[in-house]
């Protein structure tokens, strides 16, 4: 599979393709008749077909493997900006505190 750890929870359909292909090849020589070469032939496309799909699948599913990571980072960044906003405010807080107290100093002269 792919540099991904997969998270789609879907079950990989490679052994489904190469069992669909294992079937169309016995089944084209199981059948004997004087078409014998277009049905190996339409077994092998059958088959390229199958693997172009495979291709595609393993592709599709790394793509949102890799998305699924991109969000797991953006997640992150968005919880620690998050959190730095929680200490701004809390910053922010104590400022003012601080702003009132020396106010009230100023009154009292």
Known sequence: MGKYKDRSGL???C???DQVGDFI?????DITTPYGDDLERASESARETLEEIREVNLALR???NEKAEELEEAEKIVK???DKIVDLEDEISRMQ???EFLEEGE???
């Open 11 to 13: 079950p990989n359909t």
């Open 15 to 17: 052994p489904k393709i």
């Open 25 to 29: 090849e016995r089944a084209a020589m």
């Open 62 to 64: 790394e793509w949102g």
């Open 80 to 82: 620690d900006l998050e």
């Open 97 to 99: 505190r601080r702003i």
């Open 107 to 109: 009154d009292q002269w």
